[in-house]
Structures are given as C-alpha cells and as structure tokens.
C-alpha cells in the first residue's frame, strides 16, 4: 500500500478532512495535502516529513529489520489458579544482626496454587520477605526475595540421617532482629545456628536458649534480585 493511500484510509478513519488534520498537528497548510493529491504533482515524503505527517495521524513509521507479526496466543491466568502471598516490610538479616521495621504488610506475590501444593505450603501459611547481607551467599544474596512456610516451626524434629543433606533455612527472631539461617542439632545440649558464607562463624547455642527465639518458618524458595 502507498504513503498516500495509508494517509487517505488513516484521515477516514478519524473522521477529518486534509485541513483539519493539519490544524490540529500544527502543520503548515498543504503539509499532508501534496503527500495525496491525485494527479502529477503528488510529492513523495522523505523521512523526516513522513514521520511528521505519521505523528500527526497517530501512525507509527518504522524503517528497520523485518518484525515477526505473528499473532500471539496469550492465555489469560484464572485468578483461581494463583493465591495472593504477603510481602511484608521487614528484612530478615543474613548478617550478625540488622534492626527491622515493623512486620508490616506492604503488598503481595502470585504463587500459583498448584506450586505451592507441590512445595507441601499452605498459601495461607506462606509469607514473603527479602533478605539483607551477605552470610548466607552464595544460597541467598543481599535483596533477595524468600518464600516462607509458618506452619514449619519445628527447627530441632530433623534425624541424624538426613545430616547427609544441607540444613534446613529458617527465618526467626532472636532479641528483637529478624535472621535467616540454617539450623540444625548438634547433640543432646546444643544446636547450631549457620550461615553459607564461610567467613561467618557458626554459632552453637545451648538448647535452652531455642525457646527464647521466635520461629517465624522454614524458607522454602528465594529468587535472587540482579543489582546490575
């Protein structure tokens, strides 16, 4: 299809005239008028004119490599198929200690459903909290965003013969600061609080310390944030 014949059916289309289009875009009288006219003195555009005259009829003008156009199926999720999961405000510390905000909840995730089924979660039990610091790298890096299941707040149950495996993480507060952890039971009078980041020392607490510490849960999945 011609410049000119995209112009006529675009000028139809909103309903004005040569004159009127000109007005309304601020072009000079007879601007888009020479692009059209019928007999030899039709004027071919360079660029710049035709990207002008294309703005003015809220046309794109694209001169490039070839685009795919195929149309694209796009499947609209149910919102039956995914549960809203709080945000909340507070960092859990990966450090040695970092003072939060309240526990706030200042928005949420989708999960689909089926997913959460398949971790073994609840969406009414999971809990969404970014980590600050770097212990716990390279597992979980400064920003990044963790899944939280609250019903699992059992943080000694774990067998001697599943120690083949990393420790559990867990997300906990312990004298006011909110952490994230793995922990795990050393033997009958201690655990051990890890972190990944082998310049962090383990800490081995006395077993009766645990219950001055609140469990928040255990962490079920993290997705790493990109600070390039």
């Not at 014949?5 to 005239?17: F, P, W």
């Not at 007879?30 to 071919?44: M, N, T």
């Not at 149950?157 to 420790?167: F, G, I, L, M, V």
Request: aromatic fraction near 8%.
């Amino acid at each position: 299809m011609a410049f000119a014949d995209v112009v006529l059916a675009r000028l139809a289309e909103l309903g004005l005239n040569v004159n009127q289009a000109e007005a309304r875009a601020g072009l000079p009288q007879g601007y888009i008028r020479g692009v059209i006219r019928e007999d030899e003195k039709r004027a071919i555009p360079n660029i710049d004119k035709a990207t002008k005259i294309a703005d003015a009829l809220g046309l794109e003008l694209y001169f490039g490599p070839p685009r795919d156009h195929q149309p694209v199926n796009i499947v609209p999720p149910k919102d039956d198929d995914f549960a809203k999961i709080p945000l909340h405000e507070a960092t859990l510390s990966a450090g040695n200690g970092y003072v939060n905000g309240d526990d706030i909840v200042v928005g949420t995730l989708a999960f689909r459903r089926d997913w959460l089924k398949k971790l073994g979660v609840s969406a009414s039990r999971a809990r969404v909290a970014r980590v600050h610091g770097d212990s716990m790298a390279p597992t979980l890096s400064d920003g990044d965003m963790i899944l939280i299941d609250t019903s699992k707040t059992d943080v000694l149950a774990r067998s001697k013969s599943s120690r083949r495996k990393a420790p559990p993480i867990y997300a906990f507060v312990e004298d006011g600061v909110a952490r994230v952890k793995r922990i795990e039971l050393v033997d009958a009078d201690f655990f051990a609080v890890m972190s990944d980041n082998p310049e962090f020392k383990t800490e081995f607490k006395r077993l009766a310390t645990i219950s001055s510490m609140r469990i928040i849960g255990k962490v079920l999945w993290w997705g790493h944030t990109s600070t390039e």
